[in-house]
Structure formats: C-alpha cells, structure tokens
C-alpha cells in the first residue's frame, strides 16, 4: 500500500511571498487532514476533508491560508501571505474511516525568513 | 474544551528499566485516545489506540477515565525506543484528533 505522498520535503520562503504544498492520501481514503507543526509542539489540525467537502476548518487562518481538495482526491494547502511564525511542518494526513487512525505523509518543512 | 497534556518534554531511561509517558486529557465525554510516535528522520505513525487494547512492540496503554489519563507503558526499555511519543484524542463526535505537546524519549545504552 502506498503512503501519503507530500511535497515539497522543504520550502523556504521570504516573509510576504506565496507557498503551497500538496498532498495525495492513501487510495481510497475519504478523509484527509492537514496539520501544523510548530517546532516543539504537536500537530495542531488545520483543515478536514471528508470527500471534497470542508468538515472542519476552524482553526486555519482564513485570511492567509487556504486549502482545497477538488475531486474527493488530492488536495493543497496555500499561504497567501506568509508569516515568520508560518515557518513550521505542515502535515498531511489521511484515515479510511472516522474510527481508523491516521496514516501520515512525512510533512513540507517551511521556513520563512 | 479538549486538550491534551502530556507534563514531561523529556525523559531518559536506562536500557532494560521500566518506562512511563504520561499524558492527561480533559474532554467530557468519550473519547478515543492514541499514542503515536515519531522516530528519528521518520513520518509520524499510530502505536496503539484503546479501544484495541493491544501491545505493540512491548508498550501498552490503558485508559483510566477517572484520572483522565492514557499512560503509556514498556516494562523494559530497548534503545530502539528512543523517539517522540504524541498522546492524542478523539471524539466520538467528531473526527478532530487534538495532540499532545510530545514528550521525547531517550534510551540510554
């Protein structure tokens, strides 16, 4: 079986420009999560797909970050501008059912300087 | 509101000595909760989770709703342990998983 599949490995940015990242869940995986991982912290959730359709996406940044997953498939997340404390490592996560665990992607490292 | 605590950022065992991670949720009312680890240069990956009452790779977990807590246990430590272990928490009303802050497990040789 294939993993989550996530580029790219690493990013670096200057504060104010543009980045997006893309994921593509494991086959058959109706659920896909992106986290934020700030360095020393645990994964904090950003956006839930189920299919293509928003779940949760109450804690993304609304003004700077946004995300899609056209076609119940793969998906993207983009910031829009970025911040220094955008710098962190943004995870993907997908799950077969909503009582499965996840199956993560290995993240984008992000550095904005 | 949901959270996880998890009160030790680091902890350091010798090889073959009992080792415990603790972590603490606060949710009122059923939650699923998961233990995953991160070894080095490696992808965040699922250990174990309750409602499976399983050991894998010699851990366990046993979740204690009274303390609101999932500690998770390995009665003799291997080197290979050596990684970041995340608690984490699920409702069974939604799907959001919340995590721990992560505590980094060192085995001494």
């Known amino acids: 079986e294939a993993g989550v599949a996530q580029s790219p490995r690493y990013k670096i940015i200057e504060k104010r420009q543009s980045v997006a990242f893309w994921c593509n869940p494991i086959s058959g995986h109706a659920t896909l999560y992106w986290y934020q991982q700030i360095l020393g912290q645990g994964p904090k959730l950003l956006i839930q797909?189920?299919?293509?359709?928003?779940?949760?996406d109450s804690q993304l940044p609304k003004d700077r970050f946004s995300a899609e997953r056209l076609k119940g498939v793969d998906s993207t997340l983009k910031i829009q501008p970025a911040k220094l404390e955008d710098s962190a490592v943004y995870l993907c996560?997908?799950?077969?059912?909503?009582?499965?665990?996840?199956?993560f992607g290995s993240g984008t490292r992000l550095t904005v300087v | 509101a949901q959270r996880v605590t998890q009160p030790e950022k680091l902890l350091s065992v010798f090889k073959g000595a009992p080792v415990e991670l603790k972590c603490n949720y606060s949710y009122s009312g059923s939650p699923e909760l998961f233990w995953y680890v991160q070894y080095s240069r490696q992808r965040l990956q699922l250990l174990l989770r309750?409602?499976s009452r399983e050991s894998i790779k010699g851990f366990t977990a046993d979740l204690n709703k009274g303390e609101t807590s999932f500690h998770l246990k390995k009665p003799f430590a291997q080197e290979e342990d050596s990684a970041m272990y995340y608690c984490a928490l699920k409702s069974t009303s939604y799907d959001k998983v919340i995590f721990g802050p992560g505590t980094s497990l060192s085995v001494i040789p």
């Open positions: 996560a997908s799950s077969l059912t909503r009582t499965a665990g996840y199956t």
């Open positions: 309750h409602i």
């Open positions: 797909f189920q299919n293509n359709g928003v779940v949760d």
